[in-house]
């Protein structure tokens, strides 16, 4: 059977290189299976896995996803403008005085957009910018803390201090007694589950770290489920909610267990990154890699490609590189890791004398919309059952121009 990387590398052969593309067949088969692993509640797309308008206009249309999850302000107001979508949620606080200007100015932005906030502070910066009696009511989302502590340690992301109910009726009471506002929304993401690989290792020592992870993860959904709930709670007693959003690709499974949740926040399962390649509660396919051409072989050991660099975010270490992937058996080597304008590799035996200068190497990223910060447009490679695969091309955000931070 053919791999996907035999039929992106034949469907772009004729494409100059470095090049990114998208395994569509691949692709919907992931969002089958997100869909599927969702249990009939409704996916929000979280755009930041994707950073292409075509991409997200696609997933919009597939059956279990509605409305998009966006990681900047400035972005979920282009994509309304650009018809991409019309109900947004920005995921993080916004202190842009220009975007928020922007959105206090449109009626209509201001319908289809909801902004998250985890601190007065951030409404006091809003109204200092436009005050409530100069624009129309802003949507809001309180943004939870989704992570679990252990004493002193935290497991989970940096994000909210709103951990307890009292703290959330606390904001909730000052939004809905506050002009200019309407408190629609909570969200939460669960980054120490849906972020944390679970499954059996390689080696003892790995085997028996994957085991605690597991453990760690499963009381600390345990331990949000009930406090999310009654965090929830407490909000609903001061303002209806239209939304409760919570979850990632790795935490699906237990999300839906907790019947405070309305919608998922998931976006990485449709392109499937390497970061996502060991997880006890479900398997996809990747769908997304990149092609960089080899341009020094200095011995038979060894090639090297020309750039390489694509770095993922989070705690730097080896996860966080590009892995080559075809042809098989290529490595990274220890000393150089992937540079910003070289890469050399490992070459094993059996391609030592046919690697041949010009030759394509594919790599899948450590995280998924990362890759597109890299190339101004994706290779969208359709119809598996033919010979010769149709290919399509479409802009990333940096290829319109667009950098949300």
Request: glycine letters at 10%.
């Amino acid at each position: 059977m053919t791999s996907t990387w035999e039929r992106l590398d034949r469907a772009t052969r004729d494409l100059p290189a470095p090049l990114a593309a998208v395994d569509l067949a691949a692709f919907a088969r992931n969002a089958a299976r997100l869909t599927e692993r969702a249990a009939g509640v409704p996916i929000r797309l979280a755009t930041k896995s994707l950073r292409c308008r075509e991409l997200i206009r696609t997933t919009l249309a597939l059956p279990g996803f509605h409305g998009l999850l966006a990681h900047d302000l400035a972005e979920a107001i282009w994509l309304h403008r650009t018809g991409t979508g019309s109900d947004l949620v920005v995921a993080y606080p916004s202190v842009s005085r220009t975007a928020l200007a922007e959105l206090c100015a449109d009626a209509a932005l201001a319908e289809a957009i909801t902004i998250t906030v985890d601190d007065p502070a951030l409404l006091d910066l809003v109204d200092s910018v436009v005050p409530p009696s100069r624009r129309p009511p802003l949507r809001v989302c309180l943004d939870l803390d989704a992570g679990s502590r252990l004493g002193p340690v935290l497991l989970g992301a940096r994000r909210s201090g709103i951990r307890t109910p009292q703290q959330a009726a606390r904001l909730a009471r000052r939004i809905a007694n506050r002009p200019g506002y309407r408190l629609v929304g909570a969200l939460s993401y669960e980054g120490q589950i849906a972020g944390v690989v679970d499954a059996d290792g390689r080696t003892p020592v790995e085997r028996l770290t994957r085991l605690g992870v597991a453990a760690a993860k499963r009381w600390s959904a345990g331990e949000l489920a009930v406090r999310r709930g009654a965090v929830v709670a407490a909000i609903r007693e001061v303002a209806d909610l239209e939304f409760v959003n919570g979850g990632g690709t790795g935490s699906i499974e237990s999300t839906i267990a907790d019947p405070s949740i309305t919608e998922l926040g998931v976006g990485s399962g449709l392109l499937l990154s390497h970061l996502f390649d060991h997880y006890r509660a479900f398997s996809a396919e990747p769908a997304c890699g990149f092609a960089l051409e080899v341009t020094r072989r200095p011995d038979r050991g060894h090639a090297v490609v020309h750039g390489g660099g694509w770095i993922a975010s989070g705690s730097p270490g080896p996860d966080r590189l590009p892995e080559p992937v075809h042809p098989a058996g290529l490595a990274l080597t220890g000393t150089e890791g992937a540079g910003e304008v070289q890469t050399p590799l490992t070459v094993p035996g059996e391609l030592a004398d046919t690697l041949a200068i010009g030759a394509r190497v594919w790599f899948r990223h450590a995280k998924a919309g990362e890759v597109a910060d890299h190339v101004n447009e994706l290779h969208l490679v359709g119809d598996d059952a033919r010979a010769e695969p149709m290919v399509a091309s479409a802009p990333t955000y940096r290829g319109e121009g667009k950098v949300f931070v």
